[in-house]
């Protein structure tokens, strides 16, 4: 997948892999239909970081989560 181009299926694509990687237990909490192409590039940039990474502490954890918080449309 060529993550370079702004699309909405990149966008679900990099969300479900970060969820998938921090095995999100609350599915529901974390949807691709919460963000939108305008903070593609800082989604990005998340999901380089989960996706080098084999594990994760709690404090890690719970910053990616209120980042991608914070990178919600509002709805």
């Given amino acids: 997948m060529d993550l370079s181009q702004k699309s909405v299926e990149n966008v679900e ?24 192409e305008e903070m593609y590039e800082e989604l990005k940039d ?14 890690e954890m719970q910053g990616i989560v209120e980042e991608l918080g914070s990178l919600r449309k509002n709805q």
């Fill in 46 to 59: 998340i999901h380089t970081l989960v996706m080098k990474k084999n594990s994760f502490s709690p404090n």
């Fill in 13 to 36: 694509y990099m969300i479900e892999q970060i969820k998938e990687k921090l095995k999100v237990l609350n599915l529901g909490a974390i949807k691709p239909s919460h963000f939108n």
